[in-house]
């Protein structure tokens, strides 16, 4: 593994023909979630299969937390006092209606390395797949759909709808592209409800959604490694 620097990310890069990104096979893009390290998702380079001489980039979030223990990174800040209060009335917030503070700044981010990327590093974004974790998926969910690269498929692991008013009118635009969504059922950091009005606004826009649910929480189990294993296998096979 290496850590370069792409548009102002602190970016870790693993596999292709070195180990450390080298070559010009395909290329996964896989953004951690909130509180997570930036490395945090790197472990999944070495369990998911993929084409031989695929590159992976983990990007880092650019925000630090003090959250008591170790390295905590953040694309933005979320309000905790507000989902435990929510978690302690028992009510089911809807995402799908909010713009979070911090996004749009987020997306600049993410879109400033995106377009700094090619400059730097040899990629073919139509042999690229694209995604994350939590936060992660929804903040690639959102910059996809503000972007016209060509992408091999997007990877919502974990995520919501969010901001449907400013999603929904790009989704069309984004017709065709094959999606991976996974969500559990019995998440409580974000709900699979959130999880299933993504899956559907995605799916009535003309994206191909695979969907896979599985009985767990906010994780990623081997399952569904499996499973998305298959999927980039087949978008960048």
Same mark, same amino acid.
């Given at each position: 593994?290496?850590?370069?620097?792409?548009?102002?990310?602190?970016?870790?890069?693993?596999?292709?023909?070195?180990?450390?990104?080298?070559?010009?096979?395909?290329?996964?893009?896989?953004?951690?979630?909130?509180?997570?390290?930036?490395?945090?998702?790197?472990?999944?380079?070495? !369990?998911?299969?993929?084409?031989?001489?695929?590159?992976?980039?983990?990007?880092?979030?650019?925000?630090?937390?003090?959250?008591? +223990?170790?390295?905590?990174?953040?694309?933005?800040?979320?309000?905790?006092?507000?989902?435990?209060?929510?978690?302690?009335?028992?009510?089911?917030?809807?995402?799908? !209606?909010?713009?979070?503070?911090?996004?749009?700044?987020?997306?600049?981010?993410?879109?400033?390395?995106?377009?700094?990327?090619?400059?730097?590093?040899?990629?073919?974004?139509?042999?690229?797949?694209?995604?994350?974790?939590?936060?992660?998926?929804?903040?690639?969910?959102?910059?996809?759909?503000?972007?016209?690269?060509? +992408?091999?498929?997007? !990877?919502?692991?974990?995520?919501?709808?969010?901001?449907?008013?400013?999603?929904?009118?790009?989704?069309?635009?984004?017709?065709?592209?094959?999606? +991976?969504?996974?969500?559990?059922?019995?998440?409580?950091?974000?709900?699979?409800? #959130?999880?299933?009005?993504?899956?559907?606004?995605?799916?009535?826009? #003309?994206?191909? !959604?695979?969907?896979?649910?599985?009985?767990?929480?906010?994780?990623?189990?081997?399952?569904?490694?499996?499973?998305?294993?298959?999927?980039?296998?087949?978008?960048? #096979?």
């Amino acid at each position: 593994m290496r850590v370069l620097s792409f548009g102002g990310l602190k970016v870790r890069l693993t596999g292709g023909s070195d180990g450390m990104g080298g070559g010009d096979g395909p290329v996964v893009i896989l953004l951690h979630g909130f509180g997570a390290p930036g490395d945090d998702l790197v472990p999944l380079a070495d !369990v998911i299969q993929a084409p031989s001489g695929t590159r992976w980039l983990f990007p880092e979030a650019p925000l630090s937390l003090t959250m008591g +223990f170790g390295d905590s990174r953040a694309w933005w800040i979320i309000d905790f006092a507000r989902i435990q209060a929510d978690r302690e009335a028992g009510r089911i917030r809807d995402l799908s !209606v909010e713009v979070p503070q911090g996004l749009a700044l987020a997306r600049e981010r993410l879109l400033t390395f995106l377009k700094e990327l090619p400059r730097q590093f040899s990629v073919d974004y139509k042999n690229t797949v694209i995604g994350g974790f939590s936060q992660g998926a929804m903040l690639t969910c959102d910059a996809v759909l503000h972007t016209d690269y060509l +992408f091999a498929g997007l !990877v919502q692991l974990s995520g919501n709808l969010l901001a449907k008013d400013v999603w929904s009118p790009l989704m069309p635009n984004r017709r065709g592209l094959p999606v +991976f969504q996974s969500h559990g059922v019995q998440d409580d950091i974000l709900p699979t409800v #959130g999880a299933e009005r993504l899956r559907d606004a995605l799916h009535r826009a #003309g994206l191909a !959604v695979e969907w896979h649910s599985f009985r767990g929480g906010h994780e990623i189990p081997g399952e569904v490694l499996r499973q998305l294993g298959s999927f980039i296998t087949k978008r960048l #096979g």
